[in-house]
């Protein structure tokens, strides 16, 4: 009967792991964070069965208190917003450069056209400004995710890996 139960067991082990990779690569392939981050969660699986000691939640040597889930799953939620910040800052770069190429510009005019391209150039400037306070946004959810979640994370997952042995029992 054990010997049922390891394989069913290592069964749904190696279909995670494959699931997990499946995920981060296509999230590197399309440079979607919130992918790898499912990846991850998929292979926490096997990053807790192979790294036993470092997950445990009375090991406080090597992780500081209790590491889990809710350590990855906020990494990956960290990741999400990452790259929408990353996204929004380098379109307030663009806009902040446009802006920049206006003026440069308003100084070689004259008339009306100096006064067109200082208004373009402010214009820029106020896109650029929007997307700064726009990367404000990845950061506030992850905080959100990070404090909703971290809590009752743990405790889901251990109910699930019950379910799963007493259902393989």
Known sequence: MNFIKGIFSFLILLVLTIIGIVFIIAGLGESNYV???VGVLFLFPFLRKVYRRKFSTTNK?????TMGFKSIFTKGVALAASGKCRRHSQKATNYARQAMSNFR????RKGDQKIDAMIDGMSQLANSVLEVSDSVTPVATMNAVSALLAENIERIIEEGNNKVITSLK
């Open 61 to 65: 040597k090597t992780t500081g208190g």
């Open 105 to 108: 510009s308003a100084k070689s």
């Open 35 to 37: 992918l790898m981050g």
